[in-house]
Antibody
Framework: EEQLLESGGDLVQPGGSLRLSCAASGFTFSAYAMHWVRQAPGKGLEWVST????????YYRDSVKGRSTISRDNSKNTLYLQMNRLRAEDTAVYYC?????????WGQGTLVTVSS | EIMLTQSPATLSLSPGERATLSCRASQSVSNYLAWYQQKPGQAPRLLMYGASNRATGIPARFSGSGSGTEFALTISSLEPDDFAVYYC?????????FGQGTKVEIK
């Protein structure tokens, strides 16, 4: 059974940093592009970042570019999102998802709250 | 950036009725369009990919259509479990974008 388990969400002050992790199991992790999608409280879904299966290509939305780094460790079946210089508008549930283009499987999410 | 506009924002229907949800793209996305269902407190679930292909385990009452800039998700006969928020998403270009969602609520 496929499983994605996010962790690392926390309450952090504006300007702070956080690293999210996503442990994957039940499928060949290195064969799939992986993504982070977020959802602010009471709002819709927003794509954040994508990394290809090999890790050779990475994509970011403009609002996080330069502040965030997506990475993966295929030997550990784990996806990461390092977020720096956090802003109040980064407050959201962050979901880890897999899929070639559409997001075919989702984790349950981890909550990031940016507040003083 | 490709904008996706969903309509209506809210659809009030009774169980057994047919639901038709629309998603319009600001430029052609070919058939690189997916639909998701999200219930309160849960992660989204993929319903349709490639505009018209049901994901694994999705009941046949869900169907998708369209290509280019106009897409639709149809639920032929609403079950109590289908009342939720539905999002469309394109993966034709970067950044990946979602529509703002359509809430299907019980009338």
């Amino acid at each position: 059974e496929e499983q994605l388990l996010e962790s690392g969400g926390d309450l952090v002050q504006p300007g702070g940093s956080l690293r999210l992790s996503c442990a994957a199991s039940g499928f060949t992790f290195s064969a799939y592009a992986m993504h982070w999608v977020r959802q602010a409280p009471g709002k819709g879904l927003e794509w954040v970042s994508t990394i290809t299966g090999s890790g050779s290509d990475r994509y970011y939305r403009d609002s996080v570019k330069g502040r965030s780094t997506i990475s993966r460790d295929n030997s550990k079946n784990t996806l990461y999102l390092q977020m720096n210089r956090l802003r109040a508008e980064d407050t959201a549930v962050y979901y880890c998802t897999k899929g070639p283009g559409s997001f075919e499987y989702w984790g349950q999410g981890t909550l990031v709250t940016v507040s003083s | 950036e490709i904008m996706l506009t969903q309509s209506p924002a809210t659809l009030s229907l009774s169980p057994g009725e047919r639901a038709t949800l629309s998603c319009r793209a600001s430029q052609s996305v070919s058939n690189y369009l997916a639909w998701y269902q999200q219930k309160p407190g849960q992660a989204p679930r993929l319903l349709m990919y490639g505009a018209s292909n049901r994901a694994t385990g999705i009941p046949a009452r869900f169907s998708g259509s369209g290509s280019g800039t106009e897409f639709a998700l149809t639920i032929s006969s609403l079950e109590p479990d289908d009342f939720a928020v539905y999002y469309c998403q394109q993966h034709s270009g970067w950044p990946r974008t979602f529509g703002q969602g359509t809430k299907v609520e019980i009338k």
